[in-house]
């Protein structure tokens, strides 16, 4: 992705919406550091605030009151070590606030640039309709804290840190070039979600990820692989004293596309359990077969083979080598051609 100056999104929103995302998934044990971190960054006490109260409309009063309780916990930690961190500007109490009739004027104006200046009318449900207007758009957007680009930003990061609302987050993605942001700062900041682990969908496909932990660049085998790909070593629950275990699994993630050259593994059978998204394997001289969750792969040593995402998922699978005898090692091979990938149709 090629950007300019203009079309980067700065530290400071990056930072904002790293907290945004980890009060959409209540993970408090992450948003502490992170909250320093953003302080410490240029983002002000109000304006967290303000982000963690807006997100209770998408992600629920409980998480967002969670967020703000740690907040303030943070700030009191802070102030204990003689950090005085910036408040920002004043809070002021909206005029919308205190009339209803503007509050509904200013929402339904503010809904209707988000939707690229066509009207929205959910008739189907007139108390959603009039919650969204007169509350969401017109009472939360009040506030002077975060500019209009802003929020949406922080909407984004939460929404994409959510599963199950991908309409919803397609639509606010477009909603937050509609407020004023870029088309490059916001792949920028669905790209920088995904590739730090807080994404739970494919921002490019709109597809939800898996639980499994994405882990961190496969640099060690990246020459291997056409596209990104990523590692996690998952460590029994239970750990033996001594430290010996059979359980040498690893979760790998790949990116749309990914795939990794043709190998072969010798002295050992590998076994792949599907666990997220859908992907590619093949033997040599053999069709690709489709994946998906609760596939299992059993691949012989010595077979010719490789496995990947599709072209417009992520995928996850967890593998193991069970040894077979003799000398344990991987023969890496040609790539896996874009001419010969792209002429791959799932079966589902």
């Known amino acids: 992705m090629t950007t300019t100056a203009q079309d980067t999104l700065s530290e400071r929103q990056l930072l904002l919406c790293t907290c945004a995302s980890l009060e959409a998934q209540g993970d408090l044990q992450r948003l502490v550091p992170a909250i320093s971190k953003a ?38 930690d802070r102030k204990a070590q003689g950090l005085n961190d910036n408040a920002g500007k004043p809070v002021t109490r909206p005029a919308a606030w205190d009339d209803a009739s503007q509050a509904l004027r200013q929402g339904t104006e503010i809904q209707t640039r988000l939707t690229g200046g066509k009207p929205f009318n959910y008739d189907f449900c007139p108390q959603a309709d009039y919650y969204l207007k007169s509350h969401l758009f017109g009472d939360i957007f009040a506030g002077d804290q975060l500019s209009a680009a802003d929020r949406e930003l922080v909407t984004v990061a939460a929404l994409s840190s959510l599963k199950g609302v991908a309409p919803q987050l397609s639509a606010h993605k477009a909603g937050a070039v509609n407020f004023g942001n870029t088309k490059e700062q916001v792949e920028q900041l669905c790209q920088w979600l995904s590739k730090n682990g807080y994404s739970q969908v494919d921002n490019a496909a709109d597809t939800e990820a898996g639980d ?59 076994i792949l359990i599907c666990v997220a998204g859908r992907g590619w394997y093949q033997e040599w001289g053999k069709p690709a077969i489709a994946l998906k969750p609760g596939m299992i792969i059993d691949i012989p040593d010595e077979v010719k083979h490789w496995h990947g995402a599709q072209r417009d998922s992520w995928f996850q699978h967890v593998t193991n080598h069970v040894p077979t005898g003799g000398e344990q090692s991987n023969q890496w091979l040609e790539p896996v051609s874009d001419e010969y990938y792209n002429k791959l149709n799932p079966s589902y």
């Open 212 to 270: 499994w932990p994405k882990g961190t660049p496969n640099d060690g085998y990246a020459q291997y692989f056409i596209g990104n790909s990523y590692l996690s070593p998952i460590k029994p629950a239970n750990p033996s004293a001594t430290g010996n275990t059979v359980a040498n699994y690893v979760n790998v993630t790949f990116e749309p596309g990914c795939r990794n050259n043709w190998h072969i593994h010798h002295g050992a059978h590998q």
């Open 39 to 76: 302080l410490d960054g240029g983002v002000t006490v109000n304006e967290l605030k303000e982000a963690f109260s807006q997100l209770y409309a998408y992600t629920g009063f409980p998480r967002s009151l969670n967020a703000l309780g740690t907040l303030q916990k943070v700030l009191a």
